[in-house]
């Protein structure tokens, strides 16, 4: 039993070692340890999206962010979820009327007058 356990110590140690050696091999993402900020996925943005309930359109928001390197003026974005909050503010004033009631069987959302947006 206690060899069995010296040998699991040692695995265990080897297995850390192998890890700090693959860590310090990764590309580092200086923007990331500058100011925290990490780019969304496009499921990421797809699902807080549908969370939270925003009726904006989606696909150019990312495709918008995405083009220009998540860059808010010339300042590096650092906070996506605030910026959908932004976009869906904008919605808002421009579509007061195109709320978005349900959403069809794929998933689209219709607004009141039953179109799609």
Not at 71 to 92: C, F, I, L, P, Y
Not at 102 to 108: L, Q, T
């Amino acid at each position: 039993m206690k060899e069995e356990l010296k040998l699991l110590k040692q695995a265990i140690g080897t297995l850390q070692r192998a890890v700090a050696i693959l860590e310090d091999r990764l590309p580092v993402d200086t923007e990331m340890k500058q100011n925290g900020f990490r780019p969304p996925t496009r499921d990421q943005a797809e699902q807080h999206h549908r969370l939270v309930g925003h009726h904006f359109d989606l696909d150019q928001w990312f495709d918008h962010y995405e083009a220009k390197g998540w860059v808010v003026g010339k300042t590096k974005m650092k906070d996506w979820q605030a910026s959908m909050r932004t976009w869906e503010r904008e919605h808002k004033q421009k579509n007061p009327d195109r709320t978005v009631v349900e959403y069809d069987a794929h998933g689209r959302p219709i607004s009141a007058q039953g179109d799609l947006l």
